[in-house]
């Protein structure tokens, strides 16, 4: 009888063992591609950036980096890109609610124009704000008449901060409409059926529905304006320089990787710590309301 | 009603007056409602007592849900008046009409608690912290759903967020509590027994509850009155008792009471009764006296519980058993009469003494269970 009950629990270990071996090919062309396109070259500018010209560990690139010139420019690179995470939330916010109201057909061609100039490469996408924005460009020309025309909409953090702005505006519209859609308009009713009014009804029910969309919105914009090098680099003035075009002229002007390699993990660093605050805010903000309910 | 006399009090602080007052609660005059040529309301009124469980009973698409959505203001009306409590609600928003609503689809908040579920109106309107916890411990008690108040909407079971619903929207004490088909998504037994329950708390509270179903037996089990709906009219307005016995229209015969109809005509009056000639077998039939002139065409609607199976010579008319069912407590039998191919005449009598398949029965009914309508009238 032992022997009965004991033989169909072999081959099963044996399949499942098999199984694990399968698994483990199929997962291999991934763990490889992994392995040499993001953990060695990360592997590596860490260790670049820890190394002395003559081969010795130091931290003498990150002193560098934290300090000076260097250390503003992490400011401005931080201070624009929150601004510009702050902005494309509000206005994509604004966009993405409208858009969720329209009937499906005019929601699809609204989000098609959302999307439609990010087909564009972001280089013509930037000459054609600087086209826009210029002194003798189209706003300034329609707001001639206006006193203290003509408006200095370039080569400032204005500038930068429109032009950013603008790239990641389809980001957070697309986030947030996604979210939004989501959203059952039933709940706002049952809401008002219980007396609460327009202001109540968004600040209790529809915002906190959509605050995971928003906050995921905000760190996606916040994390790829952090890196951004284009817009900055040709709509911004020598105040505005950011992390990226900074790395850019060590490697090309200075040859100056190792202070590069320094920048550039601090930006890897800034974008972890950025995620870590908000997945440290959400669950901040859950165990609080457990705490409430109990 | 004394256990709950705890919250009775605080319905004066918040709402104003107490949702018992007596008289009337709510009362709509001559609502109607058009979606381009279709009426979908027509003309409706109704006046309901403070206390009252009242139900709209149709298909879909005899306005029933229109005329719920204009009471609580998610509809506009074309024309009439809704007032609750002696105030015109009929153009304010929802938000201002101080009503509660209980939505099939539960439409719980799922970002908040049982208990933050349930408190969201009380909250809206100032109650103390204090007493928010109180009145919401004792409203989720009385739904049976003590020891909830910490869980999330989708931890809940249908029934229980249904149960759920059912506590916020009456936790604020709403002079009214609307209630679109709430057992509408749940199986039949919890159906059975959310009825039951949402009928004793509906008692013990003396709530006035307007309900919408197209459950006949639901309309049956739970309401006082029953407003039976179709086309975007209000067919009759009555007691269930009143509905089933004394049906106004012959819609009303045949859809709460799935009557049989037999055409006829007026033959003569006496004091008490009214004697009809049926068309199709020639036999004379007594039923309650009725105003109509003699040899005015008329439908005779009696309904299957409420005829006999008789000796042959005995009954209104006679004919052979051709199917006879056996459903439990009753036999469901199908009886071809005599002189014509008019359709099966269906009787349900207690099994036992039921009819066998074959037979030959005399038919008879008692004169007070037999309704008369004018012949033109459609059935």
Redesign the interface.
């Known amino acids: 009888m032992a022997a009965l009950t004991a033989a169909p629990a072999r081959p099963r270990k044996l399949l499942a063992s098999r199984k694990t071996r399968v698994g483990i090919l199929y997962a291999l062309p991934v763990v490889v591609y992994l392995l040499v396109l993001f953990v060695y070259p990360i592997i590596s500018t860490l260790f670049l950036s820890l190394k002395n010209a003559d081969g010795s560990l130091t931290l003498h690139w990150y002193v560098d980096a934290l300090t000076g010139v260097n250390l503003s420019v992490l400011i401005t690179t931080l201070r624009i890109s929150a601004e510009t995470a702050l902005l494309s939330l509000v206005f994509g916010f604004i966009l993405a609610n409208a858009i969720s109201r329209l009937r499906p057909l005019w929601a699809g061609l609204a989000m098609l124009i959302v999307v439609v100039p990010h087909f564009i490469s972001a280089l013509v996408r930037t000459y054609g704000w600087i086209i826009l924005l210029g002194d003798k460009g189209l706003v300034n020309e329609t707001l001639a008449w206006a006193p203290g025309a003509p408006y200095h909409l370039l080569y400032n953090e204005l500038g930068v901060v429109i032009g950013t702005t603008s790239m990641m505006l389809p980001y957070t519209v697309l986030l947030l409409y996604g979210v939004m859609r989501g959203v059952d308009r039933g709940l706002l009713a049952a809401a008002a059926s219980m007396g609460a009014g327009r202001v109540t009804i968004f600040r209790r029910v529809y915002l906190p529905l959509v605050a995971p969309g928003l906050a995921s919105a905000g760190l996606l914009s916040f994390i790829l304006s952090l890196g951004y090098y284009i817009t900055p680099a040709l709509m911004g003035g020598p105040n505005q320089t950011m992390i990226a075009t900074l790395i850019n002229q060590q490697v090309t002007k200075e040859n100056q990787w190792n202070g590069a390699a320094a920048q550039g993990v601090l930006l890897l660093l800034l974008t972890l710590a950025g995620l870590l605050l908000v997945k440290l805010i959400s669950s901040l903000g859950a165990s609080a309301k457990k705490r409430s309910a109990s | 009603m004394a256990e709950f006399g705890v919250i009775t009090p605080s319905v004066a602080v918040v709402g104003g007056k107490p949702a018992t007052a007596t008289g009337k609660a709510l009362s709509v005059v001559a609502l109607r409602k058009t979606y381009g040529d279709i009426v979908a309301v027509d003309e409706a009124s109704m006046e309901i007592a403070a206390g009252e469980f009242v139900t709209f009973l149709g298909s879909s698409g005899s306005g029933k849900t229109t005329t719920l959505m204009m009471i ?1 203001g ?1 509809c506009e009306p074309d024309s009439g008046t809704i007032t609750v409590g002696g105030r015109d609600v009929t153009r304010l ?4 009409r ?4 209980v ?1 099939q ?1 539960y ?1 719980l ?5 049982v ?2 579920n349930v408190a ?2 009380l909250t ?2 100032g109650v103390p912290k204090d007493e928010i916890r109180r009145r919401v411990g004792e409203t989720l008690e009385i739904a049976g759903l003590s020891g909830f ?2 869980r999330k909407p989708r931890e809940l079971s249908g029934g229980q967020q249904q149960r759920v619903a059912l506590c ?2 009456l936790v ?1 004490r709403p002079p009214v509590i609307l209630m679109d088909e709430p057992l509408g998504a749940l199986d039949k037994k919890l159906r059975d027994q959310l009825q039951v329950e949402i009928k004793t708390i509906q008692q013990e509270l003396g709530l006035t509850v307007i309900y919408v179903t197209h459950d006949q037996e639901e309309a049956l089990v739970m309401s006082d009155r029953i407003a039976v709906m179709r086309n975007g009219l209000v067919e009759q307005f009555d007691t269930p008792r009143e509905l089933f016995e004394r049906p106004k229209t012959p819609f009303v015969a045949d859809f709460l009471g799935a009557a049989n109809f037999l055409p006829g005509r007026i033959e003569q009056h006496t004091d008490e009764h009214t004697l009809v000639r049926l068309d199709r077998s020639g036999g004379l039939l007594k039923a309650r006296r009725h105003d109509l002139a003699s040899g005015t065409p008329v439908k005779v609607a009696v309904q299957p519980g409420r005829l006999r199976a008789c000796a042959i010579d005995d009954g209104f008319c006679s004919g052979t058993v051709e199917t006879a069912t056996y459903v439990g407590t009753l036999v469901r039998a199908g009886v071809r009469i005599d002189g014509g191919d008019a359709p099966l005449l269906r009787l349900e009598v207690p099994a036992g003494r039921g009819p066998v398949a074959g037979e030959r029965v005399g038919i008879t009914a008692d004169p007070d269970d037999v309704n008369l309508f004018a012949g033109e009238q459609e059935g």
């Open positions: 609580a998610f928003a929802p938000q201002k101080n009503l509660g609503f939505f689809q439409l908040f799922p970002h908040m608690t208990h933050d969201f109106p809206l309107r108040g910490g916020r929207a604020y």
